[in-house]
């Protein structure tokens, strides 16, 4: 059944803060916080209808969600802060226990019958809030069918996907009155920059000062734009795809041979091969900067972490080449940024820089020349942890269609199937059109048979 059109009714919305008195203080972004710009970041969850046995209701659920919403703050405080900016221009965090927005609400569907393939009439808008207050809002939604969407949207400013994960994870562990596992570090002097502060010239092709950066220009009426999908991707494909890259006695890693995949792909739908294609990889830093030897570790760091190195490739090149070769520039350009040193110098460069914003050169640099997007990896997406009490979710995504000129691509762990992906894409229509006409054996566009509800009411 076609529910691309239907009706979300919000209910109610509360303000949910911290259940323990907070001391209001500041606290800075770090120097790899401040490449950021002001975009917000969408995660949901789908449940299907408790069983009888645990005699929930909606309302039970939205409860259970505020309660343990309001325990997590205790620890996670600073989603419940607000950004503001300072004397000399640059966002910080006021951790003053404003709270966090909630909503509940009602959408006239079935969770069957939701395109989540299509999450631009399905999700945006609808099922994840729109963030307008604060760092983080939250939306439960309950389904014509009995089921439930959990939704939350972050401020990237202050929560990068790995913070994201931790939060939901102690948020689900709180509502099954379970310890947490991961207490969240605001240690900003673990991304200090060094007295004597340098940094590799690569980190100049990297990012760049927003002051030379020229204004976007208008798109012309019908040009080529971004939009949203989901597809399906099972272990099987996978495995393929990453032999085919590794062929050549150089292992690939699975990140490393999607990417490649993708990258050809792109360039492939490109009409001029004379143009060159762009591909950037999000580098997350926690474990190049952990240094066994003096005991520091940022595994429980909650902020950005993160670098976004990426290979520029003439178009013919990667049309041509075969896929390993395209595996191993994807391999060789994310080697200047996956040492510790490469972060201790991304952390000079911005220090040397203040207060002058600066963002990654792939957000901005997307319809200059050819195509240009960024790969992330979301391995680490805890889909079949977030359970609050009434069973694991049967999906799960982000959903970041972040406005900038380049696409993003997030491949994530499916809740349903071991070993299998769901792959969050925001790319240029046509080139999305072209995958899906060249590689729909490869990406599957999502549908209620991944989930397991063809045959079901969501119960």
């Given amino acids: 059944m076609d529910r691309g059109e239907f009706s979300v009714t919000v209910h109610r919305k509360d303000i949910v803060a911290a259940l323990l008195p907070l001391q209001e203080h500041w606290l800075p972004l770090s120097n790899l916080d401040l490449l950021l710009p002001p975009i917000d970041v969408g995660v949901f969850f789908c449940y299907k209808k408790p069983t009888n046995e645990k005699n929930l209701t909606f309302s039970c659920m939205v409860n259970t969600l505020k309660k343990s919403l309001a325990q997590a703050l205790v620890s996670y405080y600073a989603l419940a802060g607000e950004v503001v900016v300072n004397s000399v221009g640059e966002p910080e965090l006021l951790c003053n226990n404003r709270g966090v927005d909630f909503f509940d609400a009602y959408a006239d569907v079935e969770l069957r019958e939701l395109q989540l393939y299509n999450p631009d009439a399905s999700v945006e808008g609808k099922l994840v809030p729109k963030k307008k207050e604060g760092v983080l809002c ?64 690569i980190i100049d092709q990297m990012y760049e000062p927003i002051s030379s950066i020229p204004p976007p220009s208008d798109p012309e ?14 272990a099987k494909d996978i495995d393929r795809l990453q032999a085919d890259a590794s062929i050549g006695g150089s292992r690939r890693s699975k990140l490393e041979s999607l990417s490649a995949c993708l990258w050809q792909l792109v360039a492939k739908s490109e009409k001029d091969g004379s143009k060159r294609c762009k591909m950037g990889t999000v580098v997350d830093g926690r474990t190049r900067l952990s240094d066994g030897e003096d005991g520091v570790s940022m595994s429980n760091y909650f902020g950005n972490v993160l670098s976004i190195p990426f ?71 805890p889909v ?40 969050y894409m925001h790319l240029m229509k046509s080139q999305l059109d072209f995958l899906e006409v060249n590689a729909g054996d490869l990406f599957q566009p999502l549908t209620a048979t991944h989930l397991g509800l063809v045959d079901c009411a969501c119960n």
């Fill in 221 to 234: 009426p019908g040009a080529d734009h971004l939009i949203s999908r989901i597809y399906y991707m099972t």
């Fill in 384 to 423: 079949t942890e977030v359970d609050f009490g009434w069973g694991r979710p049967v999906f799960g995504s982000y959903h970041f269609p972040w406005g900038g000129e380049a696409g993003y691509v997030m491949p994530m762990p499916s809740a349903s199937r071991a070993g299998d992906w769901v792959i």
């Fill in 138 to 201: 939250v939306q439960a939604t309950e389904l014509k069918c009995g089921a439930t969407i959990v939704a939350c949207t972050f401020d990237h400013r202050i929560a990068d996907a790995y913070s994201g994960n931790m939060f939901m994870v102690a948020w689900a562990e709180m509502a099954q009155s379970k310890r947490i596992i991961a207490y969240p570090s605001f240690r900003r002097s673990l991304l200090n920059a060094r007295r004597s502060g340098s940094s590799d010239p």
């Fill in 311 to 381: 290979g520029d490739e003439c178009v013919e090149e990667l049309r041509t080449k075969p896929l390993n070769w395209v595996a191993g520039a994807v391999h060789e350009y994310l080697q200047s940024a996956v040492t510790k040193e490469h972060f201790l110098g991304l952390i000079d460069w911005v220090e040397g820089r203040r207060p002058e914003p600066a963002l990654a050169k792939i957000y901005i640099k997307g319809g200059e020349d050819g195509a240009a997007f960024v790969v992330s990896s979301g391995q680490r997406f």
